[in-house]
């Protein structure tokens, strides 16, 4: 139950990271041509903060970047890892957690995989079992962008920033997984960068993801998305 759990919440991060990102990779001609909310034509620096992230996002092959990760569940628990991330497109993504323990959540676009090194079995799933394929990995393609992908965009004041500066939105997904609900991400009014990521589930946990030492065009080799198991180790589908 625990590793079934584990792998929900490591999904739910994938597609939702990759939902973001591969929202604003799409083209920003599109972006400035698509609706927004009633709100967000009242405040014109909004409409500057998603043309300008949009724009930024859609030239970026890849992302390297240190990770920070607190879970809070709906029962008061609260987990905090850290690890290393790298997203490439079209649509690969790796994690590696370190603390407090070693982990690997690997996917090459097709299919995932979850493992605990010391342990002598790895879980794989498929991207369409995983969650919606439409959603967290077909907009880097060229075809998504975030007026489109997200029904509301606002700029949130009840949401303190964690560096002094930046500015939070909240996105909600026209599609997505069940269990999302919606998305906050702090970014950089200046440089567009984007430096935390809030996901809030409907079962009212909350995971914050927040970023440092990101390299902006790092192209990580393929074989960085690729799992090998080491000596012993089986791989088992997960159901």
């Known amino acids: 139950m625990l590793l079934l759990n584990a792998i929900r919440v490591l999904l739910s991060l994938l597609a939702v ?7 604003v990779s799409g083209p ?3 972006a400035r041509s698509a609706p927004v909310t009633p709100r967000a034509l009242q405040t014109p620096d909004l409409n500057a903060l998603i043309d300008g992230v949009q724009k930024k996002y859609s030239r970026i092959q890849g992302i390297a970047a240190d990770f920070a990760q607190l879970y809070q569940g709906n029962d008061g628990r609260t987990i905090r890892e850290s690890g290393r991330l790298l997203l490439k497109r079209p649509a690969k993504a790796r994690w590696d957690y370190a603390e407090p323990e070693r982990k690997l959540f690997v996917s090459d676009g097709k299919s995932v995989v979850f493992y605990v090194l010391g342990e002598i079995q790895a879980t794989k799933s498929g ?4 969650a919606d394929p439409q959603i967290p990995f077909l907009f880097l393609l060229g075809r998504g ?7 509301r965009i606002e700029l949130v004041s009840s949401e303190r920033p964690v560096i002094a500066g930046n500015v939070v939105l ?4 026209r599609r997505a997984p069940e269990e999302f609900k ?21 079962s009212g946990a909350r995971m914050d993801f927040l970023l ?5 065009n790092f192209v990580a080799p393929d074989s960085q998305f690729q799992f090998t198991p080491p000596p012993g180790v089986t791989i088992k589908q997960a159901r």
Request: glycine share 0%; aromatic share 10%.
């Open 145 to 151: 962008n975030l007026r489109k992908d997200f029904s």
């Open 170 to 173: 909240r996105l909600a997904p």
């Open 182 to 202: 919606q998305l906050l991400v702090e970014l950089s009014p200046e440089t567009y960068e984007v430096r935390r990521l809030v996901i809030f589930e409907r």
């Open 17 to 23: 990271v990759m939902l973001f990102f591969l929202a």
């Open 212 to 216: 440092s030492n990101v390299r902006e």
């Open 127 to 130: 991207i369409k079992e995983s």
């Open 28 to 30: 920003l001609a599109a």
